[in-house]
């Protein structure tokens, strides 16, 4: 999911002294940086997830006819956003890394008049076990225990992690 963030920025996203985490693990699923490599993983969760993913978002990401090697170019760009402190994106895999279970993207405010935008998903075989609002509840400790962000809103989302459709909102 692309948010093209790069050309956005008045002001670094993250203090300069900052230290990104790197790692978040645990006993549902681990947290770390979305790279290329998770091409194939990431691809499949996308897939197995489109029809969940288009009602999340109110968009059609993933498109009808969505590749591999569009799957790679998305991933490329989430992953030099994360090299350049611009925007973070996170894969969501099992404890034994063997499977995507979703992403986690921590983006700036891009308007709005907060410090970060936060937005998650989790394939469809792990929402339906149940692991979305477990993932809310991590992902909104963390970042409020481990990010130097004082206001972040999690749109498309109510106060208790409860999905409200994004339809017709930038993502």
Not at 11 to 32: A, I, M
Not at 123 to 145: C, H, M, N
Request: net charge negative.
């Amino acid at each position: 999911m692309s948010d093209n963030v790069a050309d956005q920025q008045d002001k670094p996203f993250v203090p300069p002294d900052f230290e990104v985490p790197v790692l978040l693990e645990t006993e549902h699923f681990g947290l770390r940086p979305l790279t290329t490599a998770d091409v194939d993983k990431d691809y499949e969760a996308v897939m197995e997830s489109a029809d969940l993913l288009h009602a999340m978002f109110g968009r059609d990401w993933p498109r009808d006819g969505f590749t591999r090697e569009e799957n790679f170019q998305d991933l490329a760009e989430h992953q030099q956003e994360f090299e350049q402190r611009i925007a973070f994106a996170y894969t969501v895999t099992s404890p034994d890394e063997t499977t995507c279970l979703g992403c986690v993207y921590i983006n700036p405010p891009r308007g709005y008049p907060v410090d970060a935008r936060v937005y998650m998903w989790v394939r469809q075989s792990a929402y339906e076990r149940g692991l979305d609002p477990i993932l809310f509840r991590t992902v909104k400790r963390w970042i409020d225990e481990r990010w130097p962000f004082e206001k972040v809103i999690y749109p498309g989302r109510a106060e208790d992690g409860s999905w409200t459709p994004l339809h017709g909102q930038a993502v």
